[in-house]
């Protein structure tokens, strides 16, 4: 089946979903099923988790050898700690709210209407183990693009870890169907992107911006996805990227990356929920790019001055 | 942005102006709660330690039921989303009990302390149906008919009524067997009021209610809640700026020792240690918490009621509109600036006789007393060192609930909800094997 043939199949079942969506709008009752919740599990892991804490906990406490990254940063003058002085202002540079406030609108009824009822008919009906296949494939291809801006940041370890992930679970965890590389040599799955590298070469993360289907993020980061993406299309590996299958990949990817993602639009019911979402993304991005710039005083903050600009 | 401030504040301080005796709400009784006890600071963040928690199935289905309601009233532009009562519902395969779960104060029907509860519940063999709070955005939007939340009875009927919608309309082929409801911290004064008007009505047969750490006097806790704000926080804008400078300079210094390359929700976890350290900054958290769900209220009852205070009833504000100054002067609302400004003067002009005295006497527990004492189908579950309740108002709930109450020494604010013991004790009074135990 060609490329044009598969978009318009696609281009066929989101109009029905949308159909099915607006003639739902208009009936007293909506019913939306949802994937069982599995609480025994989830206790079961947030004891682990806690368990994992309280083991950090205790281990940090004992001096013990640096990482190899850490090591070698160590020759750097000593960072020194950040202070609530340096916190950035309590407003966030958004110079494109009232447009950005458009596209949060659009995702949210996008969202409802389309993503979220696929992201959880996939969760519903597909096994477990098979979606945790599909995960690790796509996050395995993204190994290649961490390879290379591991590199480009200068961290050169992490490049080789990442490329090392990605040659163990090709090859033993089948094309990347499973993590073997954390699962048998602790080589944890931690991507990175051009965003990342763009702050690792200094750049602010500039204005707030939603970006259309994908959600909240910044300048910065939106300019990142778009280069992350050409890279992966450039390298078009096994012609995953523009081959025929190309389009059903994409969404299966988005899929199972909307799958994966624990939120839901105005779950809040808040009308801040903007404003919330905006301030908490923005402080996330500033206090990562802190972690990326260790022996960097933190610029001065200003009150006045809105965070991120 | 700054000639907006200008407005905003010019706005705000004419409005104020303009009010002509402001009403007063009298100080809350009984010593002040202030800083309470470490352990039940720490409880109450926290919540029950995941270890504690009792037994819980392998599965609950859910099944997610939207309502729009006949009587919702016309829906202000920015809250365009919340015109749909969102409930939740998982049912058993056979007949069962329906447990019906009212959700505490802002929150929404699928809250993580919702999850715990639906769990138990579940997992013992009810059909169970969460409700989100009488004040949280989405209920006063769909379902409220004043959009003035907070008053014991009006909530009461007006959850009473939308109940009435979603009972009649769950998947037809569930059966049930007998009605039950409870709810945590306002939600457990919610689900004893609404026993109380369905023994008046008989829409809903209600069978057994059991309270989950509830207030006692509204305005005595919401007092208390103003008193821990002002003690951990201050009073205005300073104090809460001061507090995120605190949080943001611990998580960035835990996330530069951390060596991580994002920061997910496994670095919050293990951060949290690092950023809430004193007793002030537990207190602070927690206030600061009960502070945001006001704000929405607050926004709600101003714009439902055209009082005026933060939102100017001939230009509402629009979808598009930047709303970051309305959320910063309504980061310095108190609940009692809420009771006095929008609520009092919304019920008083509504109820014969109406004064700030009778509206503080609607809002006690007293006001279903007699049901409380005399009917031996209510139940509570509480803490002797919950922050919403002083001693006295505990002795009232030991008092009229006589052996229908267990009380635990531990636990602050809901911090032991769904361990072992209190989940066998709420399945014991729910089932009605509690009174023959005690």
């Known amino acids: 089946m060609g490329a044009g043939a598969l978009m318009r199949r696609a281009a066929r079942i989101a109009c029905a979903f949308a159909a099915l969506a607006l003639a739902g709008c208009a009936s007293e009752v909506q019913f939306h099923r949802w994937p069982a919740e599995t609480p025994a599990d989830n206790n079961k892991a947030d004891i682990a988790r806690m368990q994992g804490v309280q083991a950090a906990a205790a281990a940090s406490s004992k001096p013990v050898a640096p990482a190899p990254e850490q090591a070698a940063s160590a020759a750097e003058p000593a960072a020194q700690p950040v202070t609530p002085d340096d916190a950035p202002s309590l407003l966030t540079y958004d110079p494109w709210g009232r447009l950005n406030r458009f596209t949060y609108r659009f995702n949210t009824r996008f969202d409802e209407a389309i993503f979220l009822p696929v992201a959880n008919g996939y969760r519903r009906l597909v096994p477990s183990p098979l979606r945790a296949g599909v995960h690790n494939f796509f996050a395995n291809l993204t190994e290649i693009d961490s390879t290379i801006n591991y590199t480009l940041q200068g961290r050169l370890h992490r490049s080789v870890r990442s490329l090392g992930r990605f040659v163990i679970n090709t090859t033993l965890g089948i094309g990347g169907l499973f993590d073997v590389a954390d699962k048998l040599v602790h080589l944890p799955y931690e991507p990175t992107g051009f965003g990342t590298t763009l702050a690792k070469w200094g750049m602010h993360p500039g204005p707030y911006l939603v970006i259309p289907l994908y959600g909240p993020s910044t300048f910065r980061e939106g300019v990142g996805l778009g280069v992350d993406y050409v890279t992966l299309y450039e390298i078009n590996l096994a012609d995953l990227y523009r081959g025929d299958q190309s389009w059903g990949l994409g969404v299966a990817n988005a899929v199972d990356q909307r799958a994966n993602i624990d939120f839901r639009y105005y779950s809040t019911g808040s009308p801040f929920e903007y404003e919330t979402i905006r301030f908490l993304i923005v402080r996330k991005q500033l206090i990562e790019d802190a972690g990326l710039h260790k022996s960097k005083p933190l610029p001065k903050s200003n009150p006045e001055e809105p965070a991120g600009k | ?438």
């Open chain 2, 1 to 438: 942005m700054r000639l907006l401030a200008t407005f905003a504040l010019i706005a705000y301080c004419s409005s104020s102006f303009a009010e002509p005796a402001p009403l007063q709400l009298p100080p809350a009784p009984g010593p002040a709660t202030g800083l309470a006890d470490s352990a039940a600071l720490r409880a109450t963040v926290f919540g029950t330690p995941p270890q504690d928690i009792a037994p819980l199935p392998e599965s609950v289905p859910m099944l997610e039921m939207d309502l729009a309601l006949p009587w919702r009233r016309p829906v202000p532009q920015i809250f365009w989303f919340d015109k749909r009562l969102r409930v939740w519902f998982s049912a058993q395969k056979k007949p069962a009990p329906l447990a019906i779960i009212i959700s505490g104060t802002g929150s929404d029907a699928n809250t993580s302390k919702l999850s715990v509860l639906r769990a138990v519940l579940y997992g013992a063999g009810y059909h169970v149906l969460t409700m989100p709070s009488p004040t949280f955005p989405g209920f006063i939007v769909s379902a409220s008919t004043t959009g003035v939340a907070g008053d014991f009875m009006q909530d009461g009927q007006d959850l009473y009524a939308a109940l009435g919608e979603v009972v009649a309309h769950l998947p037809r082929k569930t059966q049930i067997t007998d009605v039950h409801i409870l709810g945590y911290s306002l939600g457990g004064a919610n689900a004893a009021i609404v026993k109380s008007i369905d023994a008046a009505e008989h829409k809903l047969h209600i069978h057994r209610a059991v309270m989950i750490n509830p207030p006692v006097s509204l305005f005595a806790t919401i007092g208390r809640l103003d008193k821990l704000y002002a003690v951990s926080l201050g009073n205005g804008d300073a104090g809460i700026e001061r507090f995120y400078q605190q949080l943001y300079a611990a998580l960035a210094n835990a996330y530069r020792a951390s060596g991580r390359v994002e920061l997910d929700e496994d670095f919050l976890l293990g951060a949290a240690a690092a950023v809430l350290k004193t007793d002030a900054q537990f207190s602070a958290a927690i206030a600061l918490s009960f502070r945001i769900a006001l704000s929405n209220v607050f926004l709600a009852g101003d714009m439902y009621s055209g009082a005026g205070v933060v939102i100017d009833p001939a230009h509402p504000p629009k979808v598009g509109d930047s709303l970051e100054e309305t959320a910063r002067v309504l980061r310095s609302k108190t609940f009692a600036e809420y009771f006095t400004r929008i609520f009092a003067p919304y019920y008083i002009k509504r109820r014969p006789n109406g004064t700030v005295d009778s509206l503080i006497a609607q809002n006690r527990l007293e006001i279903i007393g007699d049901q409380l004492r005399s009917d031996a189908d209510y139940y509570c579950l509480t803490n002797s060192d919950d922050l919403i309740l002083d001693k006295a108002e505990l002795a009232w709930l030991k008092k009229t609930l006589d052996t229908r109450i267990a009380v635990y020494d531990h636990g602050g604010h809901l911090g032991n909800l769904g361990d072992r013991q209190q989940a066998a004790d709420l399945l014991a009074m729910l089932d009605g094997r509690w009174e023959r135990a005690h």
